[in-house]
């Protein structure tokens, strides 16, 4: 028997009773039993298919399937179950959209699969307060839906149509960040299921002031914990007013020096721009391609902004000047609606463009952060290891932020290509973290960086976290193997 | 003996054996003397007028002084320190400039006092990256002053020329938060000696980025933590363009709900107002009355505006107009610098001004923080509380924030006074709560506020942040009887 098999059945875990296909080992009939009690037949499923579908994010980790998942409908359906769980030292893996990048849902010591989707309220909207709670099934598109006619939005934008509460479990940000902050700057308080079932508002219940000094900062402590601490089924977030006229531009340069240049310059000029998004040559010839699009082929920026009609002249024009003054293109411009989001459609299908240069390959997208100093070194070093290590790369990045992504595309056949994929994320992060930068900038450290981490905090660092998982999940039950 | 006496000797401490006069428990002598190896003979002191001027801060909460003051110049000597008092059982309290307002700093079982001020390198300015790091001796005020030249500016502003790590272990915020945030937002790193002496630096050594995804966000539970969790050594920062344009104006309303109606629609309409100060009727009296000012007695706000000569025009423009609609009077403006000095004096003498409204008395500055559309009620029901309970508490508030603080101004030597203040604060606290707000915006728990903030957190909270402390404090050194 192996050493997994055996740590499982010390777990109370037995060979799967549900199907003689089945070749893992699977929980006990009667904690399947009790589960259903809780949430009635038609909210859990053990059929295979539905495991798989839950045991792999967007990452290339391998599927590691849930031995059942259960759709609970409410927080005190919530609670029961994770009592049950803790009580039979069964893991708990809470899954959103499964949009992650970093295998955060992979259930690599098996257990329950909570699904959150069907917790879907929108609750407490209070415009004058620019606030509003959210169940886990809400989306980041279904809430600005919702909210679009109180003249509020909600700006964090990573790209997938992501779960807001699996957002804040993962410290999501993406193309706004610049702007209005990450999830970390726009979640007020968060309701969460601790392991053994308690329930705790992070901020006190139902509170969402703008700030306070009330004792240690919970809130912040769930953010970006990635299911390791407790399960998050309540946001509170921090609305933003609808800007009264938008514009954004594409603007070339000769060099990724120029464009970063560009960038510290409209930052330290106090521009407030929204957008600043950074596409090396690969990744637009990429866009160009999948788009139908004619862009010079050459690092470049996508730039929106946000104000007033008046404002936005004079935040374009200072930016204007700026850009020119380091070479860069006149300005395409994109004022209606239509044309932004054929622009912004081109940017957050870089993705799609990225594994369209490979017909039928894999994609995998890395991300790093480093002070913006630091940006065009390491792009120019991180483009000459692509080309050296014969792999396929398109770099795209929220460069106000100094944080840029590759999106790998390999064949995932070729078991040469995908070692040199990994030892290229590897060298790519370490670099980051020579430049006094994070390994990662949005996307987690999930399974695949945590060694990474270890290497980011140093040693007390670690040990600070583990003893702080170890407190607040004693039983190590909470998406176990990730992150610590 | 006393309960507290035993506890003290149990702990390893005697009667004190400096002074004859002294009558508390002191340190053993070879604590001391250790102490003194590490610091040299000319940064400790137990003399009684230097431990009382370290047992308390700017607070009514009586004098506590430590048994001894250290002056550590750097964080080795912190470090080792520390592992003496941990070794030996000893408290720790980390004492900045002492500007507190809950008693943070009072040494109430005894112990070490870390005065920090002769650690005040500033290091590792960097524009680009709008980044720099401080030790704990550097005030808000002489780190402007230092990097003025650079074209960035730290504008977290709570009145007081604190330390910048003191404000960090404090949470502090201030007038400009509803613009650039609070020091939550603004700390991008830390360096902390735990307990036990071991060193950690909150994001990893010397990184500085500006986002990141990586573990647990061990900077956001040091910052507010107020000095229960760690000493914190350095902080790094994020600094801000100096604004091109700065434009202050005074506008007063017939009604604080007419203040606090343009306050909620200057934000939605996405005016990036830079501070939004709330003054009540008694409070613009007292102003009047310090700084030979005639302001119209009335609710006022104190508004200012940062931006592009341009972006100004249309920024106050706006304003204007949604003041005007809620019968605001016309601006009277402060243009230059030396007008917008006076202005900003006047708002930052606010707790002098209330002072004299009743010469010889002592003020107590206490604070709340409310959703904006609660502000109204609260401070209208606050008012008629202040009245009918005969005592004085001019209002002024960060009404952008929802915060805002009654300086309570009141004779010691009447006890009957001393004791309605206390349960008038205690009353503003539970109606901030209960109107889903927090006990303290920006002043922290320090030993007033803990039976609060167990009311404001719940039960679940408040064994949440007891198991943190008891994780990284297990002996309860770190400034003992604070927040939990």
């Known amino acids: 028997m192996s050493l997994q098999a055996a740590a499982r059945i010390k777990r109370g875990l037995t060979y799967c009773v549900n199907s003689w296909t089945c070749r893992t080992y699977c929980m006990k009939k009667e904690i399947i039993d009790g589960l259903r009690t809780v949430v009635g037949e038609s909210n859990i499923s053990t059929a ?54 970093e295998g955060g849902v992979s259930a690599v ?15 407490n909207l209070n415009a004058e307060d620019f606030h509003v709670t959210v169940e886990p099934g809400v989306t980041r598109k279904s809430l600005n839906n919702y909210i679009r006619d109180s003249g509020l939005w909600f700006p964090v934008d990573p790209g997938a149509d992501a779960s807001l509460c699996g ?48 004792g240690y900062n919970l ?36 060099s990724v020096q120029a464009a970063v240049d560009s960038t510290v310059q409209i930052l330290q000029c106090g ?20 788009n139908g699009l004619n862009y010079p082929v050459l690092p470049t920026l996508f730039l929106e902004f946000h104000g007033t009609e008046n404002g936005l002249k004079e935040q374009v024009q200072q930016t204007e000047e700026i850009t020119q003054m380091n070479g860069g293109s006149d300005f395409t411009w994109a004022k209606d609606q239509e044309e932004r989001n054929k622009l912004w459609t081109a940017r957050h299908n870089a993705w799609y463009a990225a594994l369209a240069l490979r017909p039928g390959s894999r ?21 000459k290891d692509l080309t050296e290590s014969h792999l396929t790369g398109p770099i795209a990045g929220h460069v106000g932020d100094g944080n840029f992504h590759c999106i790998m595309v390999m064949n995932l056949a070729d078991k040469n290509e995908v070692s040199r994929v990994k030892e290229f994320t590897n060298r790519l992060a370490r670099r980051a973290l020579a430049m006094n930068g994070t390994c990662t900038g ?34 190590n039950l909470m998406n176990p193997g990730k992150v610590v």
Not at 174 to 196: C, F, H, Q, S
Not at 363 to 383: A, F, H, R
């Open 442 to 475: 949005e996307h987690g450290i999930g399974l695949g960086k945590r060694k990474l981490l270890e290497e980011e905090v140093g040693e007390v660092g670690i040990e600070t976290m583990k003893q702080i998982k170890a407190t607040l999940d004693p039983k």
């Open 271 to 290: 521009v407030p721009i929204a957008r600043i998004e950074f596409l090396d040559d690969v990744m637009i010839d990429a866009c160009n391609k999948f």
């Open 363 to 383: 994609g995998y997208s890395t991300d790093v952060c480093v002070p913006i100093s630091k940006l065009p070194e390491i792009i120019v070093e991180t483009k």
């Open 109 to 123: 010591m098996g257990g329950v699969c909570f699904n959150m989707t069907r917790m879907d309220r929108i609750l």
């Open 167 to 214: 957002m804040a479990a993962t410290g999501a940000s993406g193309t706004n960040a610049v702007r209005y902050g990450t999830m970390r700057e726009n979640v007020i308080n968060l309701e969460v299921v601790l392991p053994d079932g308690r329930i705790l508002n992070t901020a006190g219940k139902d509170r969402r002031f703008r700030k306070t000094a009330a």
């Open 219 to 254: 809130t912040s402590m769930f953010v970006g914990s990635e299911g390791t601490l407790g399960l998050i089924t309540k946001a509170s977030l921090r609305l933003h007013g609808i800007p009264e006229a938008t514009v954004a531009a594409v603007c070339a340069f000769p």
């Open 48 to 101: 295979m298919a539905v495991r798989e579908q839950h045991g792999r994010d967007e990452s290339m980790h391998s599927c590691r399937p849930p031995d059942v998942v259960v759709w609970p409908q409410s927080v005190d359906q919530v609670s029961k179950m994770a009592e049950m769980c803790y009580s039979n030292n069964v893991p708990i893996i809470p899954f959103g959209t499964g949009t992650g990048l």
